[in-house]
């Protein structure tokens, strides 16, 4: 079921760029809790459009763009202890009470970072299809420099050319077409995705691998059965580097599980965050 308008009605400034995000779901103290859910690199807050609805009965639910992203301001230069930052700086103005923090893709990794630098802050982690150990892909590569966004003439051309990344089998139009259309802006001579032109690191580094393997919060982590970015070996070895790390593999699920299958996604999170 897809979710309420992707518009981000709250804002913090966080090092002096704006951060927004958005609180839903129940305010009563009868809650499970707090939840904050982090999108991955190039991603935004509508990754989670049809996940949020399926918590809102039960948790407060946070979610937010990264600087960079969707409707967040832009930087100069991004890091992972930034972002981390941003997640507790965004839980504080939010009035989420030592949440668990959801992330997915490469906001697993921030939410590594923000989980191992402020455990007082942060009561557990649910990291979904996050890649930990470095890709084979990129061993001994350096980021090129940044290239200009491709432009498109028109809006309606710029959502048509979204795809996903790594390639997945297209989840059905509802819950992929909110992603599409809410990742474009307009820009000079016509449209280009709201993340395009900056460079983001990828996180696979030294301090997410200390996060990684120093935790002392609990943590669970979901990765997917079809995953090109979490495949069996790499889900073993993870799960044997997380300090008391609950895994569940999910059979047939791709990277792009919370726009695959948000009743799943929605499920794991629930029972995940609340053991």
């Known amino acids: 079921m897809p979710g309420s308008s992707p518009v981000l009605p709250h804002e913090v400034l966080v090092e002096g760029t704006p951060v927004r995000y958005a609180v839903t779901g129940r305010q009563d103290d009868d809650r499970a809790g707090d939840l904050v859910l982090v999108h991955g690199h190039g991603a935004h807050h509508v990754w989670w459009h049809?996940?949020?609805?399926?918590?809102?009965?039960?948790?407060?639910v946070v979610t937010f763009d990264l600087s960079g992203?969707?409707?967040?301001?832009?930087?100069?230069?991004?890091?992972?202890?930034?972002?981390?930052?941003e997640i507790v700086a965004v839980a504080e103005a939010a009035g989420a009470r030592r949440p668990v923090v959801v992330g997915h893709s490469l906001g697993g990794r921030v939410a590594l970072l923000a989980g191992g630098?402020?455990?007082?802050?942060?009561?557990?982690?649910?990291?979904?299809?996050?890649?930990i150990l470095v890709p084979e892909t990129l061993k001994g590569r350096t980021l090129p420099p940044p290239r200009p966004p491709k432009v498109y003439p028109t809006r309606e051309a710029a959502v048509a050319a979204f795809r996903l990344g790594p390639s997945q089998p297209e989840p059905p139009a509802e819950l992929f077409a909110p992603v599409a259309e809410y990742s474009v802006?307009?820009?000079?001579?016509?449209?280009?995705?709201?993340?395009?032109?900056?460079?983001?690191?990828?996180?696979?580094?030294?301090?997410?691998?200390?996060?990684?393997?120093?935790?002392t919060i609990p943590v669970a982590y979901v990765s997917g059965g079809a995953s090109l970015v979490v495949d069996d070996?790499?889900?073993?070895?993870?799960?044997?580097?997380?300090?008391?790390?609950?895994?569940?593999?999910?059979p047939g699920l791709h990277h792009h599980m919370v726009l695959e299958d948000p009743a799943i996604c929605a499920r794991l999170i629930d029972e995940l965050a609340r053991a």
């Open 50 to 60: 049809a996940v949020v609805p399926l918590l809102a009965d039960r948790w407060r």
């Open 69 to 85: 992203h969707g409707d967040s301001g832009h930087r100069a230069g991004y890091s992972g202890q930034q972002w981390a930052r």
């Open 117 to 131: 630098g402020h455990p007082d802050r942060i009561a557990g982690l649910v990291l979904i299809d996050c890649g």
């Open 185 to 215: 802006r307009a820009v000079e001579g016509g449209w280009t995705w709201k993340h395009g032109g900056q460079q983001f690191p990828t996180l696979y580094d030294e301090h997410v691998m200390h996060a990684a393997t120093s935790l």
């Open 233 to 250: 070996a790499k889900a073993a070895e993870v799960t044997g580097m997380l300090p008391g790390v609950r895994a569940v593999r999910v």
